[in-house]
């Protein structure tokens, strides 16, 4: 996308790239999520949501404990223990969702702590790329949870995954 800047009278046309990418983070907290809404009452296991997306349990542990933290998930520990969800998937707004596990990721150096770009004390990058960001989570919110989760498919696709060899 070209964008043109008046600055001084004089006219300077950039070429703007900008790669929207979530963390990894919080992809497996979507997968989490997606998994353990559908399985209803029934708890799930780290183990078996490991197993089915073959993540790293330790990976997935550390995304268990901040959904849980964040009032998504209810963990219970011990035999018969297992994930349920905290609240039903129609409450879960995904921008939301992702605006905390996207807590302190940033789009450009600059608008994390520490930033060393020169032009920083003058640039409109951090304002623009926040309002941005303001429209993409907005926009996200439109969706649930249950959204993600009404495809009849989705749970025969998981189940397969999980008996595979």
Avoid at 8 to 33: E, G, K, P
Avoid at 54 to 71: D, E, F, P, T
Wanted: contains cysteine; hydrophobic residues 40%; charged residues 20%.
């Amino acid at each position: 996308m070209y964008n043109t800047i008046l600055g001084d009278n004089q006219y300077l046309i950039f070429h703007f790239w900008c790669v929207m990418r979530l963390t990894v983070f919080s992809d497996y907290a979507l997968r989490v999520l997606i998994y353990v809404a559908l399985q209803g009452e029934r708890r799930a296991t780290v183990a078996e949501i490991a197993e089915v997306y073959n993540i790293s349990r330790s990976h997935l542990m550390k995304v268990v404990q901040r959904l849980s933290a964040l009032g998504y998930l209810e963990t219970i520990r011990g035999k018969g223990g297992g994930l349920t969800m905290a609240q039903p998937s129609t409450a879960v707004r995904i921008g939301t969702l992702l605006k905390a596990t996207e807590a302190g990721s940033v789009i450009v150096e600059c608008m994390g702590e520490g930033g060393t770009c020169c032009i920083s004390p003058v640039c409109a990058l951090p304002d623009i790329f926040d309002r941005a960001l303001d429209s993409f989570y907005a926009e996200l919110d439109r969706y649930t949870l249950a959204d993600l989760i009404e495809d009849s498919r989705l749970k025969t696709l998981l189940c397969r995954a999980s008996s595979s060899p």
